[in-house]
């Protein structure tokens, strides 16, 4: 059997290394080519893309979907959707997703590939269902992580529920590069033997064994991989195409037109040795075996990085490294992926800066600690769990039970606002309430934004927690990690 090929160029490559700021206007130049290359799927939309654009580069992100699949005929368009909370970073309420993944099918995608951070498949239930009713293809996710509750039995059971919702494709999303090339083949053989269901591997450069991991996947049976056209992969991103095509037996090899993506590969060489060399660094472009032993994925590794040096503190980041597995054990081993790495990362941080483990707890570990984001991997500690929440208990219920209907409110607010023209635009006010605003205010005026403008990863808006010391309200910024997801 042949592997099918998913790119990620124009969505987790350029998240992963330049923060996502490649733009729009980057990207159709090359879009008809890259079309014409003969992948399964090219994965552009969703993750950061959504955010990234509205909030630094001005660009509408329903456009830039629009653009796209004007000129990407023959190629599967794919998006990551993170659940219930779709491209955002919490729980929005059901009529919401609903009308999200209606549009986001409506404007070109064909693939949706769909995760919860920790795994807790009721999370996936409404986005699942709506975008098998609008005729999609749904990927569903494992997030992959290493833990002792992380077991084969664990990610088989997570199979066995994604495939009662309706999923199509088992993704194993290994965001942090930490899947070996034996354990990613055991699990490709157990979860086709055991389900009969095409599976799809997806994994990061980050700790270095990525093109092995593919061979093994390969020879194993995997039926998609996930690369990016060199130079802009490898590192924190997805394998180079180029190198995994080299890599593979011939007989499993899929053919693919080579001359377009050297075109392609050209192409991206040249930018990324101009308009957006000061976006790269070694930090992201090279592996870091560490990670394999911390888990701590590249965009997080940079949010830790960020939050000490704005503290003066830069000196305590082993600590903090040393920290964050403790911290994740103490939370019932979370994997460390939107938005639980922030989450777990920044109390890391806090545990290192204030001198005694726990002194304050964040906002959103307690919202973890009673369920709002869903059910925790393993057990938390009982005795951090009476500290935080005292004789409260975690709710049972999916967290988006709680939430009550969004779409009129946002629809209703805009309209008074005198913003907004269309059903997407409503809907990115409702997902990112505190930028869409100023956004569509610019767009609507026509005022243009400096199109050569790149914003570094240092200029990222933070992620915003409260934290209570003393009984005093004090709020903690948390930079967005450009990280896979």
Same mark, same amino acid.
């Given at each position: 059997m042949?592997?099918?090929?998913i790119d990620t160029?124009?969505? $987790?490559?350029?998240?992963?290394l330049?923060?996502?700021?490649?733009?729009?206007?980057?990207m159709?130049?090359?879009a008809?080519?890259?079309?014409?290359i003969?992948?399964?799927?090219?994965?552009?939309?969703?993750?950061?893309?959504?955010?990234?654009p509205i909030?630094?580069?001005?660009? =509408?992100?329903?456009?830039?979907?629009?653009?796209?699949?004007?000129r990407?005929?023959?190629?599967?368009l794919?998006?990551?959707?993170?659940?219930?909370?779709?491209?955002g970073?919490?729980h929005?309420?059901?009529?919401v997703?609903?009308?999200?993944?209606?549009?986001?099918y409506?404007n070109?995608?064909?693939?949706f590939?769909?995760?919860?951070?920790?795994?807790d498949?009721?999370n996936l239930?409404?986005s699942v269902?709506?975008?098998?009713e609008?005729?999609?293809?749904?990927?569903?996710?494992?997030?992959?992580t290493?833990?002792?509750?992380?077991?084969?039995?664990?990610?088989?059971?997570?199979?066995?529920e994604l495939?009662?919702?309706?999923a $199509?494709?088992i993704?194993i999303?290994?965001m942090?590069?930490?899947?070996s090339?034996v354990a990613?083949a055991?699990l490709?053989?157990?979860?086709?033997?055991?389900?009969k269901?095409p599976v799809?591997l997806h994994?990061h450069?980050?700790?270095?064994?990525c093109?092995?991991?593919y061979?093994?996947?390969v020879?194993?049976?995997v =039926?998609?991989?996930?690369?990016?056209v060199?130079p802009l992969?490898?590192?924190?991103?997805q394998?180079?195409i180029q190198?995994?095509?080299?890599?593979?037996p011939? $007989?499993?090899?899929p053919e693919?037109s080579?001359?377009?993506?050297?075109?392609?590969?050209k192409?991206l060489?040249?930018?990324l040795?101009?308009k957006?060399?000061?976006?790269?660094?070694?930090?992201?472009?090279l592996p870091?075996?560490?990670?394999?032993?911390?888990?701590?994925?590249?965009?997080?590794m940079?949010?830790?990085?960020?939050q000490?040096?704005?503290a003066g503190?830069?000196?305590?980041l082993?600590?903090?490294l040393?920290?964050?597995p403790?911290?994740?054990k103490?939370l019932?081993y979370p994997p460390?992926?939107?938005?639980?790495?922030?989450?777990?990362g920044?109390?890391a941080?806090?545990?290192v800066?204030?001198?005694?483990r726990?002194?304050?707890?964040?906002?959103?570990v307690?919202?973890y600690m009673?369920?709002?984001?869903?059910r925790p991997?393993?057990?938390?500690?009982?005795?951090?769990?009476?500290?935080?929440?005292g004789?409260e208990?975690?709710?049972e219920a999916?967290?988006?039970?709680?939430?009550?209907?969004?779409?009129?409110?946002?629809?209703e607010e805009?309209?008074?606002l005198?913003?907004g023209r269309?059903e997407?635009d409503i809907?990115?006010y409702c997902?990112f309430?505190?930028?869409?605003?100023?956004?569509?205010?610019?767009?609507?005026?026509?005022?243009k934004?400096?199109s050569?403008?790149v914003v570094s990863?240092?200029?990222?808006?933070?992620?915003?927690l409260?934290?209570?010391?003393?009984?005093?309200?004090?709020?903690?910024?948390?930079e967005p990690?450009?990280?896979?997801?």
């Amino acid at each position: 059997m042949v592997v099918k090929i998913i790119d990620t160029t124009f969505r $987790d490559a350029h998240q992963s290394l330049m923060a996502t700021r490649l733009r729009t206007g980057d990207m159709l130049p090359i879009a008809e080519l890259m079309d014409s290359i003969g992948f399964y799927s090219m994965e552009v939309w969703g993750g950061a893309t959504f955010d990234v654009p509205i909030r630094y580069l001005r660009e =509408d992100p329903w456009v830039r979907l629009r653009e796209l699949r004007s000129r990407i005929k023959r190629t599967n368009l794919q998006m990551l959707l993170r659940g219930q909370n779709l491209v955002g970073y919490r729980h929005y309420p059901d009529d919401v997703v609903e009308a999200f993944v209606s549009k986001a099918y409506e404007n070109g995608i064909d693939v949706f590939r769909v995760f919860d951070a920790l795994n807790d498949v009721r999370n996936l239930r409404v986005s699942v269902r709506k975008a098998k009713e609008v005729g999609a293809v749904v990927q569903g996710c494992i997030s992959y992580t290493i833990s002792p509750v992380h077991t084969s039995q664990y990610y088989l059971k997570v199979v066995e529920e994604l495939l009662s919702l309706g999923a $199509d494709i088992i993704t194993i999303k290994d965001m942090a590069g930490l899947i070996s090339p034996v354990a990613a083949a055991e699990l490709i053989k157990e979860i086709k033997s055991g389900f009969k269901v095409p599976v799809n591997l997806h994994t990061h450069c980050t700790g270095g064994t990525c093109v092995a991991v593919y061979v093994e996947a390969v020879r194993a049976g995997v =039926d998609y991989i996930d690369t990016a056209v060199s130079p802009l992969a490898f590192g924190t991103a997805q394998p180079g195409i180029q190198s995994v095509l080299h890599a593979l037996p011939k $007989d499993l090899r899929p053919e693919l037109s080579m001359k377009p993506l050297h075109e392609v590969s050209k192409y991206l060489r040249r930018l990324l040795e101009g308009k957006y060399r000061r976006l790269l660094n070694p930090f992201v472009t090279l592996p870091n075996p560490d990670v394999l032993r911390h888990q701590i994925p590249g965009g997080m590794m940079s949010n830790l990085v960020a939050q000490l040096r704005q503290a003066g503190k830069l000196e305590k980041l082993e600590e903090v490294l040393e920290e964050v597995p403790r911290v994740r054990k103490d939370l019932g081993y979370p994997p460390l992926v939107t938005p639980l790495s922030q989450i777990v990362g920044t109390q890391a941080v806090m545990n290192v800066l204030l001198g005694q483990r726990y002194k304050v707890v964040i906002d959103e570990v307690k919202k973890y600690m009673k369920g709002l984001y869903g059910r925790p991997p393993g057990e938390i500690d009982p005795e951090l769990m009476r500290k935080v929440l005292g004789d409260e208990k975690p709710i049972e219920a999916r967290p988006a039970d709680l939430l009550k209907p969004g779409l009129s409110k946002c629809r209703e607010e805009l309209r008074k606002l005198s913003l907004g023209r269309s059903e997407e635009d409503i809907l990115t006010y409702c997902l990112f309430p505190d930028v869409a605003p100023e956004f569509l205010r610019l767009r609507d005026s026509g005022i243009k934004p400096e199109s050569e403008e790149v914003v570094s990863e240092g200029e990222l808006k933070p992620l915003r927690l409260k934290v209570k010391v003393g009984g005093l309200e004090y709020v903690v910024d948390v930079e967005p990690s450009s990280h896979g997801s």
